[in-house]
């Protein structure tokens, strides 16, 4: 009897170590788990840290580098304006330059398909003959037109001073003087554009002076040889008044 409790108590007490053994274990394990869960931790806030500073820091140099970029831009078109600016004011010198010469110097032109060199006097006088003309005033623009074809017969104005003062004395009734001078343009330029519309007031000139046969082969005349202007169908309504 002595024996079994003698056994009884050693089974007890080696299984008390041995329990006290797992709980030990058990504890020291779970402190350990807690440890490493918590360093864990605290290396992702440090890394979240670090990483909100640095993406603070890009940030920053990013907005430093965009309000950089927008003052470049601004220094840029700025020089762009000034380098418009100064080509605008370059022309317009040069324009203005020219201009001023040509006021001086003769120039070689074409005039309605009419070439030749146009003393700066020349222009003036058939300008201020032209003026008058559109103005009304017949009676100058007749005298103006008169002295222009005398003064400048080898102008490239001279066929247009024929065709206005042709004009011009057909408004002042001057028949006979408006005949010789549209007739003269016909003749010397019988490729200028100004003809159709000459040759039609040279009919009406004709008409006016009750010279109806004359008119009338003025104006078969031109709508044959112009079947496409103005003039030529302006003349179809005119003839009707030959007979």
């Not at 040509?102 to 060199?117: A, K, L, Q, Y």
């Not at 019988?190 to 519309?197: C, T, Y």
């Not at 004359?214 to 040889?225: F, R, S």
Request: glycine residues 4%; aromatic residues 8%; proline residues 4%.
């Amino acid at each position: 009897m002595l024996k079994v409790n003698t056994s009884y108590k050693q089974t007890l007490s080696r299984a008390f170590c041995l329990g006290a053994c797992v709980v030990f274990i058990g504890a020291s394990s779970n402190a350990w788990a807690l440890f490493s869960d918590d360093d864990a931790r605290k290396a992702i806030l440090d890394l979240r840290k670090s990483m909100a500073t640095t993406q603070l820091e890009l940030q920053s140099q990013i907005d430093q580098l965009k309000s950089e970029n927008a003052v470049l831009r601004g220094k840029i078109e700025n020089l762009e304006k000034q380098g418009e600016d100064i080509s605008t004011s370059q022309k317009t010198y040069y324009q203005d330059l020219d201009n001023r010469l040509g006021n001086f110097e003769p120039r070689t032109m074409t005039i309605e398909g009419v070439s030749g060199v146009v003393q700066p006097s020349e222009k003036k006088s058939y300008d201020e003959a032209l003026k008058a003309f559109q103005a009304g005033n017949l009676k100058k623009a007749d005298d103006l037109f008169s002295a222009f074809a005398a003064r400048y017969p080898k102008s490239p104005y001279y066929p247009l001073a024929l065709f206005w003062g042709g004009n011009s004395k057909y408004a002042n009734r001057d028949y006979k003087g408006a005949i010789a001078q549209l007739q003269s343009l016909i003749t010397r330029f019988p490729n200028h554009p100004r003809v159709p519309a000459a040759m039609l007031t040279l009919a009406n000139c004709q008409l006016e002076s009750d010279n109806k046969a004359a008119a009338k082969k003025i104006l078969n005349d031109l709508m044959a040889k112009y079947p496409d202007t103005e003039a030529a169908q302006q003349a179809q309504t005119l003839l009707p008044a030959t007979k």
